[in-house]
């Protein structure tokens, strides 16, 4: 690490945190993974800005890697919040809030009938398989080998500490692709559970894809032939691609649905969604935690949900995306860059070709960190609803000198 | 349920949570194992008392079963949350406040070197066990039956859509039973990975027990004899018994530790602790979620250590604990009801004898309950920082009344 490029507060809490916390910081946010120069430490967050320890500010494109959906301290969601923990957060049971916000996800999401609620998207995710085993009585798991449904032993991308038995009823598949959708029922035989889905394929540093109709149809097809679950992993896509379910625009509901991170801007919130089909086996199940009926994260759901319906949030994050999608790509034909931006523009993911090892993606993204931007090198991003034109016109002045700086090093 | 025992808003919630909610509710806040009489919903919390939706107030002894370590909306805890809330919570990265919690918590536990942070204590538990599993490079994991670790397959305690891989690796003994733990141990031969203990028994509907320090010891010789972990489940007990961890006063320390509950007076927050040993291990394990940074709860959980330090929290839940105690054997003996008491005194247990199916000890804590004082007749309670003696008194003039109705009975 330059230390020309980590400021004062910053480089001081890394050196402590080594000694207190392992590796200095765990997980997806330690920037390990990202150029030197990023900031491991933040201070603030307001609208689509952020600041880091060291008070510098950034145009945010992270989101919170995808929590924040209505910008940083939506003044309404923290109001209910507010509100919420002068009565009370976590009682001896659930508030009213609960009730509300089932109603409302019930009322909101197509395919939905009932909901419960945790706190991570790998609790929705792991009650999705355990309730589809519950409720089947069968073991196999399809699902697509890259995809990331959360960070326990059945399911994370680093298998470190993983026993072969956590994964064995697991078969995988590839993405869209209906022949090894097809193989994987196949060899399931009658022991099939579950299909697992993601929203769309966002595997970490790879293109983006959208769902082909056709396969989702024939997930559909299968899992109902099967008397198996059909579950959508909604939980990085749900309520920034639509309110409804994010394969609702393709006519393709799932019996199981997990979400999190948008669900209430940031709140520490997860949720499971079923079908009437499911209804009586998810009774059954003892799902269960210390702070999962918390008041206040359902109260800033309520508002979350609120907000983005009446400003049409996800209509607003397309056309934000898609204008960052149009003006970048307009600077990479002009700087003679060769680029590729995929996914739904409200998760925008841009890598460079011929960059097998980040390199440009690294020192793009970087240029446009110093000059005040922050986005990410291979990870997708995420829009808001308070990313305005202007916020992004201003992010395109800056990718575009980033771009000059590419151009000149090819 | 019989109509006059549930008021208006409580009724009209349960019938309206039929519709949307499986099974109207869901895990151990789910009221169908008290007796009829019970609320569901709740409206607010303050100090060592909380309301039902219809207004009902409870003296609690409850305490969000644990999370609440000071009392109901602690004026300093929330104070240091809605600063922090200012600020920012969720954002692209963790806070200062990370490091700071680090900092306290290495301070405070003995055998902490180091701290990561989720936000169940199922996340804490399950971290563990996979840190020792990727550590050791073995996979036998030796633990009580019938102690709770959490609600995923690999622990929950009603394995619903479990298989049986899930729990191939589980070797199980009698909590405080040394020749059980050797058998284990010995059963596991050379493929041990941890010994996994809570930090007294207190399995639901039975007796609790203090930890043999004969037993403790036995597992830390076990464990250093097999290159294994000792992990102790903290989660419930942790912050109520003492501030360095709950086998510190028996001076048996554990390579790793889980905490949840109290750590943060009801903010959802988890944490894993452990010594050198397991530092480099815990570096490479990918744990990690989408809140688990949110700066909020650790500004709580800070200003929640400071005050439990300050007042010295966990001497004076005992000495009202002990007060509870003291006054309700007094009582059962008056009345001539045998009960049996049991646990340390902050996390009380009061069990009838010759009360197989619970029905007395349903009754009284029913009798209780329409007296306005809220007591579990199978799961341990809880006492926080804000019962006073004068609560304490409180409570067992109700309890001497609902002693008198058992006395009738018998």
Same sequence: chains 1, 2.
């Avoid at 395109?396 to 000149?408: C, M, N, P, Q, R």
């Amino acid at each position: 690490m330059t230390e020309s490029r980590i400021a004062g507060l910053d480089r001081s809490l890394r050196q402590r945190a080594l000694k207190v916390v392992p590796g200095g910081m765990y997980g997806h946010m330690r920037v390990a993974g990202l150029p030197e120069g990023y900031p491991q430490f933040f201070a603030r967050g307001e609208g689509c800005y952020l600041w880091d320890v060291d008070g510098r500010k950034y145009l945010d494109f992270m989101c919170s890697w995808g929590p924040v959906v209505l910008g940083h301290r939506h003044p309404k969601v923290d109001e209910a919040a507010r509100r919420q923990m002068e009565q009370g957060d976590c009682l001896n049971g659930p508030s009213e809030r609960m009730v509300e916000l089932a109603e409302r996800l019930v009322g909101l999401v197509t395919h939905a009938d009932w909901a419960m609620f945790s706190k991570n998207g790998t609790d929705a995710t792991t009650t999705c398989v355990t309730l589809a085993r519950g409720a089947t009585g069968k073991r196999k798991i399809v699902l697509a080998s890259g995809a990331y449904h959360g960070a326990v032993p059945w399911c994370s991308p680093y298998p470190y500490g993983v026993t072969s038995e956590d994964r064995v009823h697991a078969i995988y598949i590839k993405y869209n692709d209906i022949a090894s959708l097809e193989a994987a029922v196949a060899q399931a035989g009658n022991d099939l559970a579950a299909i697992l889905v993601s929203a769309f394929r966002h595997d970490y540093g790879q293109h983006q894809e959208l769902p082909d109709p056709a396969f989702a149809r024939r997930a559909r097809s299968l899992a109902d032939a099967n008397d198996a679950a059909l579950i959508l992993d909604d939980v990085r896509a749900g309520f920034r691609l639509t309110l409804h379910g994010s394969w609702d625009p393709i006519g393709v509901q799932p019996d199981l649905s997990a979400w999190s991170k948008a669900i209430a801007n940031g709140y520490a919130l997860a949720a499971v969604m079923g079908n009437e089909r499911f209804r009586q086996a998810a009774s059954q199940l003892y799902a269960t935690g210390s702070f999962w009926c918390g008041a206040t994260s359902m109260a800033a759901a309520l508002a979350t949900i609120d907000v983005l319906e009446t400003a049409n949030g996800p209509e607003h994050m397309r056309l934000m995306g898609q204008r960052l999608r149009d003006g970048v790509a307009a600077q990479a034909a002009r700087h003679g860059v060769a680029i590729r931006q995929s996914g739904p523009a409200q998760m925008p993911s841009i890598l460079f070709e011929d960059d097998a090892d980040y390199a440009k993606g690294s020192r793009f993204v970087l240029e446009a960190l110093k000059r005040g931007v922050y986005l990410h090198p291979k990870h997708n991003m995420f829009l808001s609803l308070a990313h305005t034109a202007a916020d992004i016109d201003l992010a395109l002045s800056v990718t575009d000198e980033a771009f000059g700086v590419i151009a000149k090093l090819q």
